[in-house]
């Protein structure tokens, strides 16, 4: 786990940019939509637990992510999940997820398809 409250620069977004333009980066965003929280019956991905999804040119993932509550019960289990449902992807070659609690987690963080399955629209 790492708190990167205290090294963060004044103006830097509190959520590291995903690299939305890497080839892999749909198949990894599917892959996180296999995994789901086990007390809410959406995928983890359109929760908004994933925060950032960073690919290198070697095809290293880099996944920051965060849980609903610190004490969610699946705590230590999730991140790998995460890591078994992306590794299997063609071109993967490492996977690596970290757990955050900066910014912590809100509904707003939800997409819109999530919101609606809960009923919150």
């Not at 969610?72 to 992807?89: F, S």
């Not at 490492?94 to 997409?111: A, F, R």
């Amino acid at each position: 786990m790492t708190d990167t409250a205290d090294t963060r620069i004044e103006g830097e977004p509190l959520i590291k940019p995903s690299s939305v333009e890497h080839p892999l980066y749909d198949a990894v965003v599917e892959a996180c939509r296999t995994v789901y929280d086990p007390e809410i019956p959406v995928n983890i991905f359109d929760l908004g637990l994933v925060y950032t999804i960073e690919i290198n040119d070697q095809n290293e993932v880099d996944l920051i992510m965060t849980l609903t509550a610190p004490g969610c019960p699946v705590a230590g289990e999730m991140p790998g999940w995460l890591v078994e449902a992306i590794e299997p992807v063609a071109g993967v070659k490492q996977v690596n997820v970290e757990l955050t609690w900066e910014p912590p987690w809100g509904m707003e963080n939800m997409s819109d398809e999530a919101r609606l399955e809960l009923g919150f629209m």
